[in-house]
């Protein structure tokens, strides 16, 4: 089975939001950042360039894993919403889990806002979801070879912290899942926007990191391999963490709309062929060429090492 993955597309549409939604609440200090920071590398252009390149390279399922909004507005998830039409594939056929960014203010997680508009694309085949930021998860979704379980790490934060958290009913159900036959008879794919592993400094970590992450290393621990997908970084990468036998492959894909000068972190995405009885055979990367204005072949760098 081939599978797509991306993240971090960071749709941004400020059409029709009245002011005094941008005033008094976090969404300032998001969007003077955003504008500061990154909001002119971040370019739609190149996320629909991207949904028409994975279009043509016929996946099997496309995973997603959050940030598809800066600010959690309701314009922001239609207009994803829109572009993800580019696909022309079934709900069925693309998870996608919230990042951050998309419960970004109690408000959004109070009005289930992230599952109101893409629901559709975390429903689950197995009634195992616990309430979570607005949500049900896990979702899992049996597809082939694999199983797909969606995790929501997101949780509302204070400016300028972008740290996630599972909480300990998520994993118990994560634990659940993975022990499930019709789970444990196939590759386990599991989509959490947070990386499993931080090696970045303590206050890094701690103001963007998972803070339940060794936790969940020990949930995915399970004595067969298993694949932890996630973006927040903005940096593609391939990690084998070896654990109780196995292997986690902490697989990350970059921005999928951002224009970087570093070729770890320039927009693309990543593609993964797994086999039932071999589990990951390959893993590579598309990645955005600025100069063609399109995307080439490129090998998924070994993350070990990498920052985020
Ligand atoms: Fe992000
Ligand atoms: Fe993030």
Redo the contacts with the bound molecule.
Sequence with gaps: MLLAHLS?PHVLDLRGVPTHRMLFNKRVTGWVNLKLHRGHKHRPAVFRALLDDVRAQSPDHVAIT??VTNLSLEPEFEAFRAMLDGLAMSPSDVSVVP???DVYTEGARRAGRFASYLGAYGTSDLDVGTDHAGGRFPFVRLRGAVALVGLCSAVPRAPLV?SGHLGDAQRAALRGVLAHPEVASRVPVVLA??PVRDPHGALASYLRGLDDRDAFAEDLAQGRDVLALH??WHRRGHERIASAGAVIHRLGATSASLVHDDADRMAGYNLYEIDADRGLVSARARVWNPSTERFDDAALPDGASQRG
Aim: charge should be negative; hydrophobic fraction near 10%; aromatic fraction near 0%.
């Design positions: 971090d959050g940030d990042g951050n960014h972008a926007h947070h973006g927040h």
